[in-house]
């Protein structure tokens, strides 16, 4: 029987502000415990909530990014419960008029199998704006309590259960976190708690039109980890299915150490969280021209820019996803491609020496010694035959230390490529002479030979000799 | 709203429970009765022509009242430890264990 994955995922991100949704509190992570802290966030009773602006904007802008259609009016609703981490007893949020509705996100490329995606859109439900609660750390007998994130602004982006594999789960979590990134809305880092993420799947026999059991897994800590958990999840369904046995209806956690999931709990009746409108808090009314200055701010999104790459700069489609994988790394292809005549050239010496170097000294774009114009005078001292593409190896290598420019340091070292007839035509006769027995190799039928010959001449030339001009000289002369 | 009879408005044990009251069978009358009371008087409503009425999520006529984003000072830790039931190491709220959710 053939069997297909019904995947659905739920995003809470943090919005970046410089201040808490309901109160100045800062909005900062890593701070002492309990310091970033007031009445407000606290839930004091008395105390009134004030939102902050810019944590509407962003959510916007969030819903923006991923198509969807921006409320025109929008309110917060109290979601009552009873939990330590919520001492006020609520949770300040969105329920029937969420802030953003029915967007999608684009995914295609390589998946993280290596695969090839099918270009999808994957439906995205609804994004709302809520306060994220507290953190609770368990000690044994007894719990504390750190209220330093409880009031941070938190956007819940709920999916379509569109997706059917673990790539395209994966490559959507992607998708989203490029986008808030490009767009300033979200700092997305998962070991932060910036980003968090629950996943819904289910298995259904292909022929099969109802929907399988959905099983909800929680603690996914990282985008590789929500890719192991779900093949694991997936293939755990299909064997039940197949041994005509039930999935039951349950939480489970993933095991990072161990690549399994584990039953947390079976479902248990519906919650009821007597959902109302937050009385202390007045409706939002988003005008259209509040929109369209939210809409003038966005940046162009991942995937189109990724189109225009693979058009402007006639480099591939993986490239270009590389290439955009930050908006940092594409502003810095971008600026060096942008004024030069071998843009494919720009964007294989950033995604091989570049991005080597960086990952080597653990860097980030950001950090580098050298700005997008050194790629390019790099590229263009090769495109017009100064140095050869070995020579610019070592030029890429010292004005990483360095910072110099990569002119200076050719002009410098004197690495100019020896295209002087003469001096090569010396080069080569001291070569054949002192290789007779290779030369031989060579004319009896040994192509590899000359490959050795070219490889001596450029070591005497200390790389400077054209390796093509070499090549066709040593050829010349040897068929004579 | 309420689950349980037809014709009342309210569960009163069900929404005592999510309220996490324990009530006695006299309590559970007694409110019955007046929560009843209260919700009968909403129904008064429904007795009123509201199609010119625009439905609203507030009484107050006003939408959009937001603050600019900007940090400000937070209060002193130790007035935080004192203002909680219990604490841990000078620094944390203390609340009994937390079973995991
Ligand atoms: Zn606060």
């Known amino acids: 029987m053939e069997y297909e994955a019904v995947i659905g995922l739920e995003v809470h991100l943090q919005v970046r502000t410089a201040s808490k949704i309901f109160c100045s509190c800062a909005n900062r992570f890593g701070e002492e415990p309990n310091t970033l802290v007031c009445p407000v966030c606290l839930g004091y009773p008395g ?31 109290r979601k009552n419960y009873f939990y330590p981490d919520m001492p006020k007893n609520y949770q300040i949020s969105q329920y029937d008029l969420p802030l953003c509705q029915n967007g999608s996100v684009r995914i295609e490329g390589v998946g ?20 994220d609660v507290a953190k609770s750390i368990h000690v044994g007998s007894y719990s504390v309590i750190d209220f330093n994130r409880a009031g941070v602004p938190l956007m819940e982006i709920v999916s379509e259960p569109d997706m059917t594999s673990p790539d395209e789960a994966h490559a959507y979590l992607t998708e989203l976190k490029q ?9 997305c880092d998962m070991e932060k708690g910036q980003m968090r993420c629950d996943v819904n799947v289910s298995v259904r026999a292909v022929d099969n039109p109802g929907f399988g059991t959905k099983v909800e897994i929680k603690n996914l800590n990282s985008f590789r980890a929500v890719h192991r958990a779900l093949s694991y999840e997936i293939e755990r369904q299909k064997e039940l299915l197949e041994e005509s046995a039930a999935v039951e209806q349950e939480t489970r956690r993933w095991n990072d150490e161990e690549g399994v999931t584990t039953l947390m709990r079976t479902k248990e009746e519906a919650h009821d969280y007597r959902y109302f409108p937050e009385p202390d808090l007045m409706p939002l009314q988003i005008s259209a021209d509040m929109r369209e200055e939210i809409r003038r701010n966005l940046p162009e999104s991942p995937a189109s820019r990724r189109e225009r790459f693979v058009q402007e700069y006639a480099i591939t489609a993986y490239d270009a996803q590389v290439l955009t994988g930050e908006k940092a790394l594409a502003d810095f292809f971008e600026e060096a491609a942008a004024a030069s005549s071998a ?11 570049f991005l080597g170097w960086l990952g080597d000294q ?6 580098s010694p050298v700005g997008p114009e050194a790629i390019r005078e790099l590229v263009s001292l090769v495109e017009n035959e100064t140095i050869s593409m070995k020579i610019a190896k070592d030029v890429f290598s010292e004005m990483m230390e360095t910072g110099k420019a990569p002119g200076d340091i050719v002009e410098e070292k004197g690495l100019q490529q020896v295209t ?3 001096v090569i035509e010396s080069y080569l006769q001291q070569v054949v002479q002192e290789n007779p027995s290779v030369v031989d190799d ?7 030979a000359l490959k050795y010959l070219v490889g001596q001449v450029m070591k005497l030339s200390q790389g400077k000799a054209n390796p093509q001009q070499v090549n066709d000289r040593l050829r010349d002369m040897l068929s004579q | 709203m309420g689950q349980g009879n037809g014709t009342s408005h309210i569960d009163v044990r069900y929404v005592a429970d999510l309220a ?7 309590e559970v009358e007694k409110f019955q009765g007046e929560l009843e009371s209260v919700l009968t008087y909403v129904d008064t409503l429904s007795r009123l022509d509201l199609s010119d009425i625009e439905p609203t999520a507030h009484a107050n006529p006003q939408a959009n009242v937001w603050r600019e984003d900007g940090a400000s000072e937070s209060m002193c830790r130790d007035d935080v430890i004192r203002n909680a039931p219990d604490s841990a190491e000078g620094k944390y709220i203390r609340v009994p264990p937390i079973i995991e959710e």
């Not at chain 1, 808030?180 to 809305?185: G, V």
């Not at chain 1, 653990?362 to 950090?367: A, F, H, Q, S």
């Open chain 1, 47 to 77: 105390v009134l909530p004030a939102v902050n602006k810019q944590a509407i904007t962003k959510t916007i802008a969030a819903g923006m990014m991923c198509n969807c259609e921006i409320a025109g009016y929008s309110k917060f609703d």
């Open chain 1, 112 to 131: 993280f199998s290596g695969d090839e995606i099918p270009r999808r859109h994957i439906g995205v439900r609804r994004i709302h704006l809520e306060e």
């Open chain 1, 179 to 187: 986008m808030m990134h490009y767009a300033d809305i979200s700092d």
């Open chain 1, 343 to 353: 843009p494919k050239r720009v964007a294989n010496v950033i995604m091989t020496e």
């Open chain 1, 362 to 367: 653990g860097k980030t774009v950001r950090e």
């Open chain 1, 420 to 422: 002087d007839q003469s």
């Open chain 1, 442 to 448: 060579y004319k009896s039928g040994k192509e590899k």
């Open chain 2, 20 to 26: 996490r009251l324990e009530l006695t069978d006299e």
